[in-house]
Nanobody, 119 residues
Framework: QVQLVESGGGLVQAGGSLRLSCAAS????????MGWFRQAPGKERELVAG???????YFGESVKGRFTISRDNAKNTVYLQMNSLKPEDTAVYYC?????????????WGRGTQVTVSS
């Protein structure tokens, strides 16, 4: 198990940017796929972005072209850069670490960080 701590959430106006960070504990960070889920009130949980241990990335359709994901293996940290934010991006964002991007939700979860985008 790896422990995950998110940071960087907050309130931003539509069109603005935020960068979320997720610091992971443990020595096996490089073996994990890392990703970000989000969940808004009354909506299903959504995989926003993921990056495999080999650096391959995935993005949900709703964020393609606006969000990027990166990982710094030296710092055991994964980042989610969110640009051109929209009110519909408002949600709690969770960092996740799992075996692969496809099975990432079976792994470890952070506690989440709130992102609110005002119109």
């Amino acid at each position: 198990q790896v422990q995950l701590v998110e940071s960087g959430g907050g309130l931003v106006q539509a069109g603005g940017s935020l960068r979320l960070s997720c610091a992971a504990s443990g020595r096996t960070f490089t073996t994990y796929a890392m990703g970000w889920f989000r969940q808004a009130p009354g909506k299903e949980r959504e995989l926003v972005a993921g990056v495999s241990s080999g650096g391959r990335s995935y993005f949900g359709e709703s964020v393609k072209g606006r969000f990027t994901i990166s990982r710094d293996n030296a710092k055991n940290t994964v980042y989610l850069q969110m640009n051109s934010l929209k009110p519909e991006d408002t949600a709690v964002y969770y960092c996740v670490a799992g075996p692969t991007i496809a099975t990432i939700d079976s792994g470890s979860w952070g506690r989440g960080t709130q992102v609110t985008v005002s119109s």
